[in-house]
């Protein structure tokens, strides 16, 4: 292989590595913007708590909750796995059920919406059995 290939070849294995590199910066950078933008724990909670209490009125029921509350519930469920030592490791288990329930509502199965409601709230009860005073 010519010289100047060797040296291409080299140059090119370093842009690589730049860019994993600039990558995870990056990654890391949107992390942190994401945790220094976030509103008070409790406030979110408390806002939280209106919202779940009513989606669990819906399943009692028997009725189909409306978009904009689902939506609105959904993006808090995400941003509560953003604050640290608030039950971290119970975040990917909490996040799997809150993401079956969105596939249940996404899809119009309404009939499996109470059990995938129930099965969110047996993780919120684990969390806050161990966390909440
Ligand atoms: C539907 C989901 C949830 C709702 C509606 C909810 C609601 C609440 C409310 C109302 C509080 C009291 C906030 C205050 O101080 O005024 C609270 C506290 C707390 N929750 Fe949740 N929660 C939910 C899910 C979770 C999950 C999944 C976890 C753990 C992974 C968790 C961990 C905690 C902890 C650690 C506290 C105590 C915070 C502190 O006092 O330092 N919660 N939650």
Redesign the pocket.
Known sequence: MSKLKKKIKAAKKKVKKARRKLAKAQTRLARLETRANLPP??EL??E??GQ?DALKGFAANGQQPDEQLLTAFYRN?QL?TQYRG??DD??AE?LARIVSLEQVTGSGDWEKYPEAVAA?GS??KG??DI???
């Open positions: 724990y409790a909670k408390q939280m708590k779940w469920a509560i608030k039950g119970h975040y909490f969110v993780r919120v969390c806050h966390y909440k005073k």
